[in-house]
C-alpha cells in the first residue's frame, strides 16, 4: 500500500513539473515574439519619404508576419503600423525603444496576454535622445501554427497622442 501511495505522489509530482516546465516554454516563446514584434515595432530610422505611399506599403508588409490574419487587415486599415513612423516624421528623428518588459496577465495553450512596458526614445540626428516617452500596453498573442502572433494591442493611446 505504501509503495502504490509513493508511485502515485511521484507521478503526481513528475505531472506537476512537466506541465510547468511546458507553461515556461510557451509563456518565454510567447514573450520572445512579443519583444521580437515590440522592437520591430518601435524602430524607426529618420527619414524624408516616412509617409510615402511606398514606404508605408513597405512598412506594411513587414509588419504582416508579425500578426494574425485578422488584426493584420485591422492594423492596416486603421494605420496602426504607422504610429510610430507618424511619430518619427513629426519630430523628423528616429524612434527606438528601450526597456521593454513584460508581464504575463493570462495564459492557455494557444493565447496569451502580456502586459508591456518600455520606454519609446527620440534620438535626434546626431543619435542623441531628444525626447523620452513611457508606454504601456496589453498585447494579445495567439499560438497559429506553432508560432505566436498578435491578434490585438491595447497601446497607450495618450502617450502616442503627445507625441503626435
Known amino acids: ?8 505522489c511521484s507521478t503526481a509530482l513528475a505531472t506537476i513539473l512537466i506541465t510547468g516546465c511546458n507553461t515556461n516554454k510557451a509563456e518565454n516563446a510567447a ?11 518601435y524602430n524607426v530610422a529618420a527619414s524624408d519619404n516616412l509617409l510615402s505611399i ?5 512598412r506594411n508588409e513587414e509588419m504582416k508576419p508579425f500578426f494574425t490574419e485578422n488584426f493584420s487587415e485591422k492594423a492596416i486599415a486603421t494605420r496602426y503600423t504607422t504610429l510610430p513612423v507618424s511619430v518619427a516624421h513629426t519630430h523628423q528623428a528616429s524612434v527606438t525603444s528601450e526597456n521593454l518588459k513584460f508581464t504575463v496577465l493570462d495564459q492557455t495553450d494557444d493565447w496569451t496576454d502580456l502586459k508591456y512596458t518600455a520606454d519609446l526614445v527620440l534620438l535626434d540626428q ?30 497607450d493611446n495618450v502617450a502616442f497622442q503627445k507625441l503626435l
Do not use: C, H
Not at 2 to 7: A, E, G, N, R, T
Not at 128 to 150: A, F, M, Q, Y
Open 1 to 8: 500500500m505504501k509503495k502504490l501511495l509513493w508511485i502515485l
Open 31 to 41: 514573450i520572445q515574439a512579443a519583444e521580437t514584434y515590440k522592437n520591430k515595432e
Open 54 to 58: 511606398e514606404s508605408i506599403e513597405k
Open 126 to 155: 546626431e543619435n542623441k535622445e531628444s525626447v523620452r516617452v513611457p508606454l504601456e500596453g496589453i498585447l494579445t498573442l495567439l499560438l497559429v501554427d506553432g508560432k505566436w502572433l498578435v491578434q490585438g494591442d491595447r497601446f
